[in-house]
């Protein structure tokens, strides 16, 4: 009896060791900290809109969509060029948007969800038109040193929408809803 009381403790002491080694070290820094360009956004999967003159047509896989993207999520920060416009993933889980550094607006928060992806929340100082903010989460991230790349979705008003139309020389039905959800791979560039 007194052997298995010892070999109880004995595995308890064990575990109560291994627990704080399983933890994130708070110092760490994570992976995804830095200052990124949105470089391409594509679209991932096809967006059916109404039309005036084709009735519903579907805006392809693989349109790029990286201007809209930019004005969507950038739109807060006046900058010559849409590269010189960055988000900075900060260690503190905040987030910036800014003209090459200058200023930066505080717009929001970030987390890591896992070594693959990550949720992006917007305020609504970084996205104007939306005035609760707006979550992005990021999914199937691959990183390397000089880029970011990976999934997710977000409502675009039907302004953008109609937007993508006229290169297809198509109007916009009036009868369209005022939200498409667009899911599209994203890449972003280290700054």
């Known amino acids: 009896m007194k052997t298995l009381i010892i070999n109880r403790?004995?595995?308890?002491?064990?575990?109560?060791?291994?627990?704080?080694?399983?933890?994130?070290?708070?110092?760490?820094?994570?992976p995804f900290v830095g200052n990124y360009v949105i470089a391409n956004a594509e679209l991932s999967q096809a967006i059916n809109?109404?039309?005036?003159?084709?009735?519903?047509?579907?805006?392809?896989?693989?349109?790029?969509?990286?201007?809209l993207i930019q004005q969507a999520l950038l739109s807060a920060v006046t900058c010559s060029s849409p590269d010189k416009s960055y988000?900075?993933?900060?260690?503190?889980?905040?987030?910036?948007?800014?003209?090459e550094g200058a200023n930066p607006l505080n717009g929001g928060t970030w987390q890591e969800l896992s070594n693959t992806s990550i949720l992006l929340n917007l305020n609504s100082t970084a996205v104007?038109?939306?005035?609760?903010?707006?979550?992005?989460?990021v999914t199937a991230i691959v990183k390397d040193a000089s880029k970011l790349t990976g999934t997710t979705s977000v409502p675009l008003p039907k302004a953008m929408v109609a937007g993508l139309l006229t290169a297809m020389h198509l109007t916009l039905s009036p009868s369209a809803?005022?939200?498409?959800?667009?899911?599209?791979?994203?890449?972003?560039?280290?700054?």
């Open 87 to 99: 988000v900075e993933l900060r260690n503190d889980f905040s987030l910036y948007i800014s003209c």
């Open 128 to 137: 104007p038109s939306s005035p609760i903010g707006l979550s992005l989460t």
């Open 9 to 30: 403790l004995a595995v308890m002491l064990a575990l109560i060791m291994l627990i704080p080694g399983c933890k994130k070290n708070k110092n760490e820094v994570s």
């Open 177 to 191: 809803p005022d939200i498409f959800l667009a899911t599209f791979s994203i890449e972003f560039t280290v700054k």
């Open 49 to 67: 809109v109404p039309t005036v003159e084709a009735g519903t047509v579907p805006i392809p896989v693989g349109t790029n969509i990286t201007p």
